[in-house]
Each structure stands twice: as C-alpha cells, then as structure tokens.
C-alpha cells in the first residue's frame, strides 16, 4: 500500500495528463495482476468495483472518532487540521503517528475492505477500521481513508485508469474501454488485459453495464455526419436507467450502477412479458396518465402503436410527462 500511496501523490502533484497516465501505468507493470487489478478499482476512487453493490456503511463521525483516537488529538486540534487540509485522509496522513512495524499490502486492504461491509453494526465496524488504520502507516492510511469516504482527490479519473491499462499491457484504449464498459469492473479489464483477453469480455444480465452518455458536437451537420439514417426525438427529463429482463426476473439500475428496482415497482410488470432476455437501456420519466386507470402495459403497447401511426392525437390521449421534481419524490 505504501507504493499505490507514494504513487497517488505523485499523480496528485501534477496537472499534466499524459504525466499522470504514466505514473499508473509504470505502477501497474511494476505489480502482479492481482495488485493492479485492485489497485485500479481503488484508482476509480471506489473500495469495490462499479458493478458490485457492496458498500461500506462506515459513516464520516465513525471515522472522524476513529482517527481522533489513533491520533491522540483533541477535537480542536483535530477540526483545525481539516479546516487546513480540506479533507478527513490528509488529516489522517498528517497527525496519525509513524511506528516501526507499520504496513499493510493492497490486498490485504482490500480483504479488510470486504470484511468491513460484511460486519454488521456500527461497533464491529469501528473495530475493523480501527484495526487497519492503526496498522497502516501515515501515508498509507490517509489514502485508505480518502478511497473510503468516496475523496481521493488526485485528478485522476476511470478514463485515464483505462488510458493507463493501455499504456501498460500494450493494448488498445478501444480494447481497454469496451472490455470495461461491459463488466463494470476495471479490475477484472486489468486481469483481461494482462493475460490479452480483452477480447473475452461479455455483457452479462443483472450485471449493469457502463452507460453510453452522449458527446457534444459541433453542429447538426457533424452530429447527422455519424449516421446514415438519423432520428431526432425531444428529450424527456427523467433518470437515465438500465433494465435487465430474463425469465420474467427484471432489475433496475441507475447510472451509478445502483439497483433501485424497489423505487419503481410499476416497471417490473410492464417488462416481465418480454419474449426474450434483453438489457434496456433508457429513461425512467414521470407520466401523468389519462382518467381512466390502466395498467402499465397497456399503456406501453399504446405508446409504441402511437408512434408507429404517428397518430398525434391518440399520442395525447396517452398523457404527458410530469416535472423531475415529481420523478424525485422516489429517489434515495
């Protein structure tokens, strides 16, 4: 863990891109593929891969105390540090004290990492943190903490983690992207990459897939230039959402690649009849229905029928979409 951090803070000490592309990449040649590959994740600024929905649930206050008690601070001393620092892992990095012994690998951070999500209670909790922190050294916890509350802050994103993979396992950054994009996981397109088996990636259902977001152009001459048939449509104001359908088993995932089916359970039955496995990928919308009450699919068949007559008025009769205020009301 003491090469990834002295690695971070070389990437945070530069604002060139192709500097930082670098560093990560000679990180990642000088490691075996099990500690790239949970080194990337850990790059992404996550603690597990995106696909995964796993957390931690180890509140800020939790390891506020924590780190007061291994530093032996007072809470003046403490909130003076993070006033200064700006953030809870440079204060950890600064005021935690260096004994001899001190040290934890990658792996085992990120097996203490999986220990502390599957702990039940605040108390079990607190215990396992506590435990890593005190056994890590300065440097190295205060990137344990940063990858923990979500804050790595060192300018680097998952794009130039994938430039990096590149870079190291002497690949394509096409190779590199799609392989991520369909597992979700960067750490699993690092053991790819090094055995040359991008090309084995596969989509998987009920396992979210990277979004495909939409790049500016610009003009509508550019923008057509891309299709040999174009279609335009308005664009509603809704959450960009993945459905997994197989068997009549349908999921729902954000684009964080959290699974919020619960939020929406009037979409499970309008998709369970498909006749086959599919993986939508669209917008969930807020929609005010005509009068009369009728069920979701009835409502979707009536839809795609309006489109296909582009009959305007049966189109009306279908309703409209409501405002995102109403739409938030089911989030979180």
């Given at each position: 863990?003491q090469?990834?951090?002295?690695?971070?803070?070389?990437?945070a000490?530069?604002?060139?891109?192709?500097?930082k592309?670098?560093?990560?990449?000679?990180y990642?040649?000088?490691?075996?593929?099990?500690?790239?590959?949970?080194?990337?994740?850990?790059?992404?600024?996550?603690p597990?891969?995106?696909?995964?929905e796993?957390?931690?649930?180890?509140?800020?206050?939790s390891?506020?105390?924590?780190?007061?008690e291994?530093?032996?601070?007072?809470?003046?001393?403490?909130?003076?540090?993070?006033?200064?620092?700006?953030?809870?892992?440079?204060?950890?990095g600064?005021?935690?004290?260096?004994?001899?012994?001190?040290?934890?690998s990658?792996?085992?951070?990120?097996?203490?990492?999986?220990?502390?999500?599957?702990?039940?209670?605040?108390?079990?909790?607190?215990?396992?943190?506590?435990?890593?922190l005190?056994?890590?050294?300065p440097?190295?916890?205060?990137?344990?903490?940063?990858?923990?509350?979500?804050?790595?802050?060192?300018?680097?994103?998952?794009?130039?983690?994938?430039?990096a993979?590149?870079?190291?396992y002497?690949?394509?950054?096409?190779?590199?992207?799609?392989?991520?994009?369909?597992?979700?996981?960067?750490?699993?397109?690092?053991?790819?990459?090094?055995?040359?088996?991008l090309?084995?990636?596969r989509?998987?259902?009920?396992?979210p897939?990277?979004?495909?977001?939409?790049?500016p152009?610009?003009?509508?001459?550019?923008?057509?230039s891309?299709f040999?048939?174009?279609?335009?449509?308005?664009?509603?104001?809704?959450?960009?959402?993945?459905?997994?359908?197989?068997?009549g088993?349908?999921?729902?995932?954000?684009?964080?690649?959290?699974?919020?089916?619960?939020?929406?359970?009037?979409?499970?039955?309008?998709?369970?009849?498909?006749?086959?496995?599919?993986?939508?990928?669209?917008?969930i919308?807020?929609?005010?229905?005509?009068?009369?009450?009728?069920?979701?699919?009835?409502?979707?068949?009536?839809?795609?029928?309006?489109?296909?007559?582009?009959?305007?008025?049966?189109?009306?009769?279908?309703?409209?979409?409501r405002?995102?205020?109403v739409?938030?009301?089911?989030?979180?």
């Open positions: 863990m090469g990834f951090a002295t690695t971070c803070e070389a990437i000490a530069t604002t060139k891109k192709l500097q592309t670098a560093l990560v990449a000679e990642f040649k000088s490691h075996t593929a099990d500690e790239a590959a949970v080194s990337a994740v850990f790059l992404s600024g996550r597990f891969p995106a696909w995964e796993a957390t931690l649930q180890v509140g800020g206050r390891l506020w105390e924590i780190v007061a291994l530093a032996g601070k007072a809470e003046a001393e403490l909130t003076a540090a993070y006033r200064r620092l700006g953030d809870l892992g440079a204060v950890a600064e005021l935690l004290p260096q004994r001899s012994g001190q040290g934890v990658v792996l085992e951070v990120e097996a203490r990492f999986r220990q502390i999500a599957g702990a039940r209670g605040t108390s079990a909790k607190m215990t396992l943190v506590r435990d890593l005190s056994r890590s050294a440097l190295e916890a205060k990137y344990i903490v940063k990858i923990m509350t979500g804050d790595l802050r060192i300018g680097l994103k998952e794009s130039l983690v994938e430039e993979l590149a870079k190291a002497d690949t394509s950054l096409a190779e590199v992207q799609r392989a991520n994009m369909l597992l979700g996981d960067v750490g699993e397109t690092v053991r790819l990459a090094v055995g040359g088996r090309s084995e990636a989509m998987r259902l009920f396992h897939l990277g979004f495909m977001l939409a790049s152009v610009e003009s509508t001459e550019e923008g057509l891309y040999s048939e174009a279609a335009v449509e308005d664009k509603y104001d809704g959450i960009r959402a993945q459905a997994h359908v197989s068997d088993d349908v999921r729902i995932f954000s684009r964080t690649r959290d699974e919020i089916t619960e939020s929406f359970p009037e979409l499970p039955p309008a998709l369970a009849g498909l006749p086959q496995d599919v993986i939508l990928d669209g917008e919308v807020a929609w005010e229905y005509p009068a009369r009450a009728r069920h979701a699919q009835t409502i979707v068949d009536e839809v795609a029928e309006s489109r296909s007559n582009e009959d305007e008025a049966q189109a009306d009769n279908l309703g409209r979409a405002p995102f205020s739409l938030q009301q089911r989030l979180g």
